[in-house]
């Protein structure tokens, strides 16, 4: 029999705990059964549980008792709490002291196995983003422990269990690659593919034959069949990025594979079966954009299924110290950080999110010249001196290349915050062409 995670019982009445450990086990789960409050704190400081069911009414220590010194301890099994007392107040306490949901009694068992299931697949899912496994090859890893982050986390387990299509949002830089290859990788899809499409890198004229696919002689220069990025995820998961620049004709033809799952590649009108999972994300307010009717309404309630917003880093600011150790700890040198610099990195607004922390900590760890990272070491936009230019700012120790790549970057950065993430407009505010703004957003890694 396959084992699906092991499941800590605490309950004091006896002819519920045997029942509710008996359906467990026959579904595979290993149970370990307790009484009374003490012995399920003991048990769960003891063993690493994949799932806790929570009585909160038990004698000696009661369910809140219990979640309030498991989470002072820093354990993070996630817990179902069980009543029979279905008080708002009670329910919500429960929840404010870190429980993962909660079930009233009597117990719908086929509702209970879907939220363990959950509460399994949210474990493994915050497991993996805090300790890195299964990631990219980039090394690139979710950090991040503020309660903005663990509610990240907890979708990302509740989400990655189903095929439902996710929508990722959140500015510039705030990482929304990193969250669709940790539901990628935390699926049942997991050992599919991972196609990863930018919709506004690529020409309008090509897109379609990128996602679709085509034909021989579909076009001219079309000398064979190719099959598209929808083809590409089957099995798997696909990922549209910056879906929100999508033109309106390729609009209404993702609109028909998302909602009827076949597309037709171009030259051809045989529809063709696609299974896959599909993620968009898009740093545009598609809000707005419907009621300009710059983008479908019903596209968008397809997409909106499920959304993860990810917040900015300025919302965010604990989670500075430990962004910082993890780029240090990456980088090829060893390097240290000076208390005033860590203060100034966490004072900062950062418009460019985790991505210009990440550079900024590169660019300081390379210029940083006694192995220890000061506030002279990390340049960041500040306040010129009064009646001094801002050229006279630039630091010359940095050599010619070094700063004109960080002026280069930052003016990228700033404009694409300004301009909300749209690329187009970041160009237009830049005055040059958005070709231009794409080669230098890869060459500075800000390409999501």
């Known amino acids: 029999m396959r084992t699906n995670g092991s499941v800590l019982i605490a309950e004091d009445e006896r002819t519920a705990r045997l029942s509710l450990a008996e359906l467990l086990e026959g579904r ?19 063993k690493p549980f994949d799932a806790g069911l929570l009585d909160l009414r038990m004698p000696g220590m009661d369910g809140l008792a219990i979640l309030k ?16 007392h279905g008080d ?15 079930i009233a009694k009597p117990l719908d068992f086929d509702q209970l196995i879907l939220q363990i299931d959950r509460a399994i697949g949210h474990r493994k899912a915050a497991r993996s983003l805090r300790e890195g496994p299964r990631q990219e090859a980039s090394g690139a890893a979710m950090v991040g422990y503020s309660p903005a982050m663990q509610h990240v986390y907890k979708l990302i ?46 020409p309008e004229t090509l897109l379609e034959s990128e996602l679709f696919g085509h034909e ?16 590409e995820a089957g099995g798997g998961t696909l990922f549209l990025d910056e879906v929100g620049e999508l033109s309106p004709a390729l609009q209404s033809k993702l609109l028909r594979a998302v909602q009827e799952r076949t597309i037709e590649r171009l030259g051809s009108n045989s529809p063709i079966r696609v299974d896959l999972r599909l993620i968009a994300a898009t740093s545009r307010n598609l809000e707005e954009a419907v009621a300009q009717d710059s983008f479908r309404e019903d596209l968008y309630y397809r997409l909106n299924v499920v959304v993860i917003e990810l917040p900015p880093l300025r919302d965010r600011k604990q989670d500075i110290p430990a ?38 900590v590169e660019r300081a760890a390379v210029l940083a010249k006694s192995g220890a990272i000061d506030v002279s070491d ?5 306040v010129a001196r009064a009646g001094a230019c801002w050229t006279e700012q630039i630091p010359l120790s940095a050599g010619w290349k070094a700063n004109l790549a960080a002026a280069e970057k930052s003016m990228a950065v700033r404009a694409l915050h300004a301009a909300g993430g749209n690329k187009s407009k970041a160009a237009e505010i830049l005055g040059i062409h958005r070709r231009l703004l794409y080669e230098k957003m890869r060459e500075y890694r800000l390409a999501e």
């Not at 002072?72 to 179902?80: K, L, N, R, T």
């Not at 990390?378 to 500040?382: A, F, N, V, Y």
């Open 88 to 102: 708002s107040g009670t329910v919500i306490e429960a929840m404010r002291l870190g429980a993962y949901d909660y």
């Open 378 to 382: 990390i340049q960041l936009k500040s």
């Open 323 to 360: 962004l910082v150790e993890h780029f240090l700890r990456r980088g090829s040198r060893a390097v240290s950080l000076t208390a005033p610099a860590l203060n100034a990195l966490c004072d900062y607004h950062w418009p460019g999110n985790v991505r210009e922390l990440e550079h900024t």
């Open 216 to 231: 021989k002689g579909a076009f001219t220069n079309a000398m064979s069949r190719r099959v598209g990025r929808f083809e």
């Open 69 to 84: 010194r498991a989470r002072e301890s820093g354990i993070d099994v996630p817990v179902i709490v069980m009543t029979a």
């Open 157 to 202: 387990g509740q989400v990655a269990a189903t095929d439902a299509t996710v929508l990722v949002r959140g500015e510039t830089g705030t990482g929304k690659e990193l969250v669709v290859t940790a539901i990628h990788h935390n699926s049942t899809r997991s050992k599919g593919p991972l196609v990863k499409v930018n919709c506004a890198a690529i």
């Open 28 to 46: 595979g789960f290993r149970v370990t059964q307790v009484e009374d409050g003490a012995t399920a704190f003991a048990a769960l400081m003891e």
